[in-house]
């Protein structure tokens, strides 16, 4: 092949550069750049680190939140004013810097929140999302800057990039798909360059943009995907989620006490714990990590001597691997053929309406002439179950939680859902679901999850490894 075609495009298709080898794409999350010392933590690891390190970072813990506050609910401007202040002198305390690097800092922070301000007031936003996205990225633009600048302070030679300039997506606003062949091309282009002559590109994650140059965003938690989008095309050795606990444990250890961290886990657990809960790490990330054979490490910032968890995409979970992971926020909906309909064909028609508005499921069950289901909180229903009322009864329940017990080694032990079962004891249960060997989930209300996610913890894995 020649690779000598022109395109049109203002990048070249080809790179006058291979990925150089050691290349790490380290993602630091909220938690990890919550103030000084953290970031002192995470300016010192890339500092003293070797090899090539490119660094993805999310916005200060909370920032997204409060910026998505003033998106939703437009409050009055001193209010609009108090908020943005407090953001901005959040990230100048936040790392101690010179004269000169603390100054470019505060004219950089100025020049971000005047661009909120001014997307606050614009009222030609194609729709709330396109509006939201352009806001909240603040947070992910701001917390780039202050790290480029604690990186600097450290002797490491860091340069921020765009992450609108490589990130290519769709126009979903909130929840964007990306455009792989042409991020991979972008990132190519834009990063390998830099990385060869020696830079630390520092990108800011969660958000990407349009072809015709709009702010996107990947998804709340959507950094740990951006980190796998940069790290699939440069090659990377593999990517680390930088966060604050020491790798993924066999349940939130904020949540139980017995929770364990677990050192090596194969593709297979890594995506069913983040699909159904285990935040440390995005779906798409662990999903995008699979699918381009992509290690990845999760770390403690604040515990850099931990080792962590290695995700490793060759292999599928030992026999020993279980853990519990739990998901708020769900709504049960319960679908029941009306008498007349006929029950041939009534599953098509509940998945077509699903189907057409573009409802994600999460778990079914279902029998002859009704079936259940559950998705997330946020999903609007009305159109969907206008629709299904047509032909069926419809019951929505909210405020409930999926927990799911992880781990096709344990799942496969004889007598193991009769104890789980046991574990989950007289809490009523709304849906049950083992679709594969790999997980079994039960629904319950969102109050009685945590009660029974440490039952289920110490019955299944706490007791079991005692023995
Ligand atoms: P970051 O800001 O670094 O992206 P997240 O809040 O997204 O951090 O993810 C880290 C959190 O994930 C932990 O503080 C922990 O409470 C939660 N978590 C949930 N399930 C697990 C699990 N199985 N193992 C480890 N952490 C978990
Ligand atoms: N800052 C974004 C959020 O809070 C993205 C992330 O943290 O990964 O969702
Ligand atoms: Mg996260």
Redesign the pocket.
Known sequence: MSGSSVRSDALPDTVPHDAPPGLVVHKF????LENAERIKNVSGLIALGSGHPVVVV?AM?GVTAQLAGLARNDPGEEEVEEALSEIGERHLTAAPLDAVDGASLATRVDEILAGVRVSLARTDFENPMAREDAIIAAGEDLSAELVTRALLADGVDATPLDARRLIRTDERFGSAVPDLEETDRLVRAEALPMIVEGRVPVIQGFIGSTTDERTTTLGR?G??FTATLVAAPLSADEVVIW???S???T????EVEG?RAIREMGFEEAVE?AYF????VHVSAAKHAVSTNLPLRIRNSGAQEEVGTLVNPNQRGGAEFA?V?FKPAVVLVRVRAFPSAMAHGFLARVFAVLGAHQVPVDLVATSHSSTAFTIDREEDLTAVRDELSRFSEVEIIPDLATITVVGHGLLNEPGMEALAFWAVGKTPVHLISQASDVSLSFVVSEEDAPETVRRLHFSLIELRSDT
């Not at 349940?251 to 904020?254: E, F, Q, S």
């Not at 809960?277 to 440390?280: I, M, S, W």
């Open positions: 999350g909220g938690t990890s999310s813990a938690g950094s740990d966060t604050d606990v790798g993924i444990h349940a939130d250890p904020r929770a714990l809960g285990a935040g440390v853990a992971a």
